[in-house]
């Protein structure tokens, strides 16, 4: 669905954004693009969407180059979710909608208030205009926006900033139920939450560069330290002792009166992130 060879794009002489990149997204998949400010995912989605022009490198799209390929029917097949809602504030969400809409077969056009509902948004607000919006709610017209011509490849950008818990569950439950529809998703973020729950592969960029590009279970059992932690009671007292996985094959040999929990030591997604990059993703 995306291929990227050797990508390299320049903002000037001297600002080098992107060093050479390589990656692949299969059809179906959901695919993670982490890194911090300034790291390059940002300026990478805004060339495979036609945002950004004059790269050096290979990119190709549905199986075709992107040179050649920034075409109506280039744009029918795909889906943005930018990571500020670009939202005309003066009209409703469902105006704003069906303006955008418009551009678009009617065959090819979800109806817009199903999917409003879809998206759990409050329907006394679908009228009103978008600057009395929370945050969450242009989140949610946005994501609409995204969702509504049934995209064949979703390009969404922190989808769930802006979102309640709940909001970011619903989210995450949608994109998975794209993905089932056969959807490719690249995904941008910063919340490695969202990528370890829903990300097949991720890549972790920084300073222009790829570091690694894994799946988010292979990352974290990579660079366990493989130690496990058992809380116990014993006389009375809780008590804890960190031992070798290995060391439970022959059971639980400490002294205790009550097993209270085992607990793996698997690193964080974030911490792997920062173990590879030597730097947090803010």
């Known amino acids: 669905m995306i291929e990227v060879k050797d990508l390299i794009f320049s903002y000037g002489k ?28 940002s300026t990478t989605q805004k ?21 050649n390929s920034y075409n109506k029917e280039f744009f029918k097949n795909i889906g943005v979710l ?74 969404l950008d922190e989808p769930t900033s802006g979102l309640d818990p709940a909001g970011a569950v619903l989210f995450r439950n949608i994109i998975e139920e794209e993905r089932k529809k056969g959807t490719t998703v690249f995904l941008t973020t910063h919340n490695m939450l969202d990528a370890d729950l829903l990300c097949d592969r991720v890549a972790f960029i920084v300073n222009g560069n790829i570091a690694v590009i894994d799946t988010p279970k292979n990352l974290k059992m990579q660079n366990s330290n493989q130690k496990i932690v058992i809380d116990y009671m014993l006389n009375g007292k809780r008590e804890n002792k960190m031992i070798e996985a290995s060391e439970l094959k022959q059971g639980i040999s400490l002294p205790h009166d009550e097993i209270i929990s085992i607990h793996s030591q698997e690193p964080s997604l974030e911490d792997v992130f920062i173990q590879y990059t030597g730097r947090g993703l803010l």
């Open 47 to 67: 060339i495979l969407t036609g945002i950004l022009k004059g790269h050096n490198g290979h990119v190709s799209l549905f199986g075709k180059n992107i040179t």
């Open 82 to 155: 930018f990571e500020y809602p670009y939202l005309y504030a003066n009209l409703s969400g469902l105006d704003n909608l069906n303006y955008f809409a418009s551009f678009y077969p009617k065959e090819q056009r979800q109806d817009i208030e199903v999917l409003l509902d879809r998206l759990a948004f409050k329907k006394d607000y679908i009228k009103k205009p978008v600057s009395s919006y929370s945050k969450g709610m242009r989140q949610r017209v946005s994501m609409a926006r995204a969702l509504m011509t049934s995209p064949k490849l979703l390009f």
């Open 14 to 41: 001297d600002k080098q954004a992107l060093h050479g990149i390589d990656f692949t997204v299969g059809k179906g998949e959901i695919f993670g693009f982490l890194g911090p400010n300034g790291s390059g995912k």
